[in-house]
């Protein structure tokens, strides 16, 4: 195992899927047991400080993760996907990203009034999707008990977006994040 473990496994792949981005490729974490193991045992260790009902994953990665965290944590697991994805009713939130808006959906019935939340994705960058996942568990009323990603993009300030003072957590964070850990 090297020094670096697991961060190491998170791979920086510039210029994808845009110029000037650089992509979080976690995909090797995925592939190895014991790093996948704990990055779902730790995001679920963390996350339990805070009584939830439902993890929230976010299409697509943070379905890998959230369920994993859901598993462990023994809560059932609720998937916000994109659209036209989901058989019955939705309902649906359009966020906006850096350079456009996107949009998340899911079954009307499921999340419930008094319900509350964990919402799970891989990476935390300018928040608008994890805004947009908060702004949907809402317009359920259902509550946000808090936010867990693998990596956390400090310096977009994402964090400020989520804006609902619940706690947010990221197991590896680049770059101005106020993330106490
Ligand atoms: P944002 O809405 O800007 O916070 O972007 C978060 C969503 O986009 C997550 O679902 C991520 O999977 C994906 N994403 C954004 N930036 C990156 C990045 N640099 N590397 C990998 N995934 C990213």
Not at 66 to 94: E, I, N, W
Not at 120 to 147: C, F, K, P
């Amino acid at each position: 195992m090297d020094s670096g473990w697991p961060e190491s496994l998170i791979r920086d792949v510039p210029d994808f899927p845009a110029e000037g981005i650089m992509f979080k490729d976690i995909t090797p974490l995925l592939d190895d047991g014991e790093a996948l193991r704990w990055a779902a045992d730790t995001l679920a260790d963390r996350l339990s400080a805070t009584p939830a009902d439902r993890v929230v994953g976010i299409e697509a990665r943070g379905f890998i993760l959230g369920a994993a965290v859901a598993y462990r944590m023994g809560l059932g697991f609720v998937p916000f996907r994109k659209p036209g994805k989901l058989p019955r009713q939705t309902r649906s939130v359009t966020y906006q990203l850096e350079y456009a808006t996107a949009s998340l959906e899911a079954h009307t019935d499921a999340l419930v009034p008094g319900q509350r939340v964990l919402i799970v994705d891989d990476v935390l960058a300018t928040g608008g999707t994890a805004a947009g996942a908060v702004e949907l568990a809402r317009s359920s009323g259902a509550a946000v008990a808090g936010a867990g990603f693998l990596v956390e993009l400090g310096f977009l300030g994402g964090r400020a977006r989520l804006d609902n003072g619940c706690p947010v957590i990221s197991l590896f964070s680049y770059g101005g994040s106020d993330d106490p850990n």
